[in-house]
C-alpha cells in the first residue's frame, strides 16, 4: 500500500510560479510511475504530466508544455510539479497518481493508476 500526500497549492496570480510536491510512502518508491493530473469544478480529471520511475522519460499535456516541468527524487521519495507562467485556466485541484511498474514506459491516463492522493487546491488569479 502507498500512501500520497500532495502541497504546495494555494492561491497565485497569473504570470506566477507555485511547486507542488507529493510525498510517497514505502520503500520502491523508484519503482512507480508517477503523475499529475488536475480537475476543475464540473470538469473531468484530465493530465498535467508524468514521468517514469528513473525520471528520464516524462510527458506533458499540451496545455502545459514549456509552462510545467515534473521531476522526482527517489532518495526523498517525492515527486515535484514546478509550475510557470500560471494562467486562470490552470485553476483546479491537483492530484498527484502512482503505480507500481517494473518497465520504464509512460504511463499517460487516469486508469493506469492506482495510488492517489488527496489532492490541493490551486488558484490562479486573473
Known amino acids: 500500500q502507498v500512501q500520497l500526500v500532495e502541497s504546495g497549492g494555494g492561491l497565485v496570480q497569473a504570470g506566477g510560479s507555485l511547486r507542488l510536491s507529493c510525498l510517497a510512502s514505502?520503500?520502491?518508491?523508484?519503482?512507480?510511475?508517477m503523475g499529475w493530473f488536475r480537475q476543475a469544478p464540473g470538469k473531468e480529471r484530465e493530465i498535467v504530466a508524468t514521468i517514469t520511475g528513473s525520471g528520464r522519460n516524462t510527458y506533458y499535456a499540451d496545455s502545459v508544455k514549456g509552462r510545467f516541468t515534473i521531476s522526482r527524487d527517489n532518495a526523498k521519495n517525492t515527486v515535484y510539479l514546478q509550475m510557470n507562467s500560471l494562467k486562470p485556466e490552470d485553476t483546479a485541484v491537483y492530484y498527484c497518481a502512482g503505480r507500481w511498474l517494473w518497465i520504464e514506459t509512460i504511463l499517460a491516463a487516469k486508469g493506469d493508476y492506482n495510488y492517489w492522493g488527496q489532492g490541493t487546491q490551486v488558484t490562479v488569479s486573473s
Open positions: 514505502g520503500r520502491t518508491f523508484s519503482t512507480y510511475a
